[in-house]
Structures are given as C-alpha cells and as structure tokens.
C-alpha cells in the first residue's frame, strides 16, 4: 500500500509470497523503496489489467527519479548499450555502485560471478562452466542484456534514441560491442556448434567489459 508520498511507498505481499528481495538497493541510485510485486501466473484478466497498469505507473516513477539522482549520467550512458534499457542500467548500477572500485573488467566480472571454474590436474588445467558466485542480481541482468547480440550490429529504435547526445566516446565503446559481441556469438554458435546457452555465457562476460569501459569514461569525467 502507499502512505503518501514516494519516500513512503511501500507493499506488502500476497499470503503465501514473499516480497521481491533486493528492491531496498534502489536507494543505492537515490530511488525510494519500490516493492515491484507481480503473481500473474493464475491471475483472471482484470487482474493482469491491474498489474499492467501498476508496472506502467512503477516505470514511470522510476524514470522521474532517475533525472533527479546523482547516478543519473551513468545510469544514461549504460543505455547506450544493446540490450540494456533503463531498469537494466538501474539495477546494474544499483548493484554494483561505483564502477571505479574495480581496476579491471576482469575484477568486475569475477564479482559477477562471469569467469569459469578451473580444473587442474598435474601439469594440465582445464576450464569449466562460469563460477555463478558473487552478485546474483546483476549477472542475471547481464545475461539477459547478452541475448540482445544475436542479432547483426544496427542502431535502430530504442537503442538510436538513447545514443542522442551521447559522447563520441560512448557511441564508438557501443558500436565496438555490438561488432565483437555478435561476432563472439555467431563464431561459437555456428563455427564451434557450442550451445547457444554457452554462447550467451561468454558474450555476456565480454558484455561486462563494455559495460566497464562505459561506467569508468563517465566516472573519470564526473571526478
């Protein structure tokens, strides 16, 4: 239910259900707590009319908020990447906070849980599927950001409205991932026949590197 105001808006779970967990991170990007419920697997139509408009109004607020929070350039910046769209960059950076803490990309996809397992075995080691350790929420937002680099690179739609007025910099790292990552993926898929599921593992931790090359140009020109 809503106490007035969106400082105070808060929701309580149907019986049987828990709230969705991780929600309070939003304060992290300066949005107050936004219990986003949605049980709509047996719901009747008016309900499921309910629940639309009540996402529609979410997103909304949402998008009010993010003018106003300090976060807000690099919530914009992260857009002009394929696939990531405005709650995607949200929760990455709601998750992550500052991008600087980590040195490398390589630091940042360890946290996410995005490097393989090594096996090692006398003189020999061999590589296994990804640790899926650290950060839970935003590794799931990047692998389903990764799917978006199937498709042949193109800036058309969405993605060619959010690259206005971005900075040259921005636009070529953008342009520089879809041409790497749709490559990535159609080499494993088609020349290597591996599992799309495992092509959308590797693009995603390559994803992860553009995501910080993005995050650290709009840090360092913050500071």
Not at 77 to 89: D, M, V
Not at 94 to 121: D, H, K, N, W
């Given at each position: 239910?809503?106490?007035?105001?969106?400082?105070?808006?808060?929701?309580?779970?149907?019986?049987?259900?828990?709230?969705?967990?991780?929600?309070?991170?939003?304060?992290?990007?300066?949005?107050?707590?936004?219990?986003?419920?949605?049980?709509?697997?047996?719901?009747?139509?008016?309900?499921?009319?309910?629940?639309?408009?009540?996402?529609?109004?979410?997103?909304?607020?949402?998008?009010?908020?993010m003018?106003?929070?300090?976060?807000?350039?690099?919530?914009?910046?992260?857009?002009?990447l394929?696939g990531?769209?405005?709650?995607?960059?949200?929760?990455?950076?709601a998750?992550?906070?500052?991008?600087?803490?980590?040195?490398?990309?390589?630091?940042l996809?360890?946290?996410?849980?995005?490097?393989?397992?090594?096996?090692?075995?006398?003189?020999?080691?061999?590589?296994?599927?990804?640790?899926?350790?650290?950060?839970?929420?935003?590794?799931?937002?990047?692998?389903?950001?990764?799917?978006?680099?199937?498709?042949?690179?193109?800036?058309?739609?969405?993605?060619?409205?959010?690259?206005?007025?971005?900075?040259a910099?921005?636009?070529?790292?953008?342009?520089?991932?879809?041409?790497?990552?749709?490559?990535?993926?159609?080499?494993?898929?088609?020349?290597?026949?591996?599992?799309?599921?495992?092509?959308?593992?590797?693009?995603?931790?390559?994803?992860?590197?553009?995501?910080?090359?993005?995050?650290?140009?709009?840090?360092?020109?913050?500071?």
């Amino acid at each position: 239910m809503h106490s007035g105001g969106t400082a105070g808006w808060t929701a309580l779970p149907p019986s049987g259900h828990s709230a969705f967990t991780g929600c309070h991170s939003l304060a992290a990007v300066g949005i107050p707590l936004l219990w986003l419920a949605v049980w709509h697997s047996c719901a009747p139509m008016p309900a499921l009319f309910e629940i639309e408009q009540r996402m529609e109004r979410v997103g909304k607020e949402l998008a009010r908020q993010m003018e106003s929070s300090p976060k807000a350039p690099l919530i914009q910046a992260l857009q002009s990447l394929r696939g990531i769209g405005r709650l995607t960059a949200i929760t990455l950076v709601a998750e992550i906070g500052t991008f600087s803490r980590f040195r490398s990309p390589a630091q940042l996809m360890a946290y996410l849980g995005l490097v393989s397992r090594e096996y090692s075995t006398g003189l020999s080691t061999r590589r296994g599927s990804m640790t899926k350790t650290g950060n839970g929420r935003a590794r799931r937002a990047v692998v389903e950001s990764a799917w978006s680099y199937r498709y042949r690179p193109a800036v058309k739609g969405d993605l060619a409205e959010r690259l206005e007025g971005m900075p040259a910099e921005v636009q070529r790292i953008s342009w520089k991932a879809q041409e790497r990552l749709h490559g990535k993926y159609r080499r494993l898929v088609y020349a290597k026949n591996k599992h799309k599921n495992v092509a959308i593992g590797a693009v995603a931790r390559e994803l992860v590197g553009f995501i910080w090359a993005v995050a650290q140009f709009v840090e360092q020109k913050a500071s």
